[in-house]
């Protein structure tokens, strides 16, 4: 009895050290930081039936862009188009991109993106880049966002490749 006693502190010991030494530890995994990987609700990786509840959801007002692939929605000023797959059944997202009105001074619109998408923002040649999610990629020009799945980009690339 005296040897489960000791064991039971030792283990009480070690929890509360670790607690210490790590908060998160007790954290559940709802309260972690959840990087964010969308634009206006729509994410790379959402099927076709799950981008019509989204638009059904939120009152969108979207209509099928130039081909039955492209969806094309004025939200809040923002003109948003979001590429899907043509090859896949269940036609999964595989770019998202908004074109704002009147996007304000570019730094801090690249200090609200990052605050935003919990990234930090990288300078290139045409404007800034941030890695997002699960291996997206958000980029900003200036006037324009968009997010993609580079993964999926290349596969599409190289089908259009071998037509």
């Given at each position: 009895m005296k040897v489960a006693i000791v064991i039971a502190g030792l283990i009480v010991v070690a929890v509360a050290a670790l607690v210490a030494l790590q908060p998160s530890?007790?954290?559940?995994?709802?309260?972690?930081?959840?990087k964010?990987?969308?634009i206006f609700g729509f994410s790379p990786g959402m099927t076709s039936e799950e981008t019509s509840?989204?638009?059904s959801r939120r009152h969108y007002l979207c209509r099928q862009g130039r081909n039955s692939y492209t969806l094309e929605c004025d939200i809040n000023g923002a003109k948003v188009t979001v590429d899907s797959d043509e090859a896949d059944a269940s036609r999964p997202i595989w770019r998202v991109n908004?074109?704002?009105?009147?996007p304000g001074p570019q730094d801090a619109a690249v200090k609200s993106i990052s605050e935003q998408f919990n990234a930090?923002?990288?300078k290139d040649r045409d404007g800034w880049t941030w890695i997002v999610g699960r291996g997206l990629?958000?980029?900003y020009d200036g006037l324009a966002l968009s997010l993609v799945d580079e993964a999926a980009e290349a596969r599409?690339?190289?089908v259009d490749a071998k037509r």
């Open positions: 530890f007790l954290k559940p995994a709802s309260l972690a930081v959840v964010k990987s969308d509840k989204l638009v908004a074109t704002v009105n009147n930090q923002a990288i990629k958000l980029s599409l690339r190289k």
